[in-house]
């Protein structure tokens, strides 16, 4: 069994988690980082009393949360989310994003979008100089669209395929289908890019998380945590 002290993920999730302060309300995200997460906030909970009240970013999440009895609300009872806690695909220099490769993409932005304090929990491989140069641009639409759709993100320069796993078309938790856009050089500007997908008939979200990341946390293999701050 690996050392999660040496696992860049633990170090990174466990981290995150102990930014997080008493009373407030979390977004919990999506993915094998955030798991570590939720199992620090749950220790800290046994340990220290730690009072929070979640807002799960997927099925997935919100099951984990549950079997860990992370108390839980939705969107219907908040106005606003204090931290939020979530991955990324890809992380720039300027903290832009690409996040969607578990197929969460429209929950976590929808959280983000009214989350005060957003931590990024990363290992250094999600470290881009540019983005979508080691990552597909996930973007979800409804599968009515996807063809018409297909074809307008080609126009824009990529390559988009269906997601599938083990032959069967991956839907989320919205029910909707999931195109990995393959950008041949990356994304030259990733402002005016999201923008045109989001104009595309049929599109529901894209991955591109511009703008809303506040701190970065960042696990290492020898164990250690680099915490870093947005640049002004």
Aim: proline fraction near 6%; charged fraction near 25%; include cysteine.
């Amino acid at each position: 069994m690996a050392n999660p002290a040496l696992d860049p993920k633990a170090v990174a999730g466990r981290a995150a988690a102990d930014l997080v302060p008493d009373g407030a309300v979390v977004g919990l995200g999506t993915g094998s980082t955030v798991h570590f997460t939720l199992l620090r906030l749950a220790e800290r909970m046994r340990a220290e009393g730690l009072r929070i009240l979640g807002v799960p970013t997927s099925v997935d999440t919100e099951r984990k949360a549950r079997e860990l009895a992370i108390p839980l609300t939705t969107l219907d009872d908040v106005e606003s989310i204090d931290v939020t806690v979530d991955g990324a695909d890809e992380i720039d220099p300027r903290f832009d994003m690409i996040k969607g490769g578990g197929g969460a993409l429209l929950r976590e932005k929808v959280v983000a979008s009214i989350t005060r304090r957003q931590i990024v929990v990363v290992g250094p491989n999600k470290l881009v100089a540019r983005l979508g140069t080691t990552f597909a641009l996930p973007i979800e639409v409804v599968p009515f669209a996807r063809g018409t759709v297909q074809r307008a993100v080609r126009r824009l320069g990529a390559d988009p395929v269906q997601r599938t796993r083990d032959g069967v078309v991956v839907r989320t938790d919205n029910g909707n289908e999931v195109l990995d856009a393959r950008f041949p050089d990356g994304i030259a500007d990733a402002v005016a890019l999201e923008r045109a997908i989001d104009a595309i008939p049929g599109v529901v979200e894209c991955g591109l998380f511009l703008g809303l990341a506040h701190v970065l946390v960042v696990g290492h293999p020898d164990g250690r945590v680099e915490v870093r701050h947005k640049p002004v």
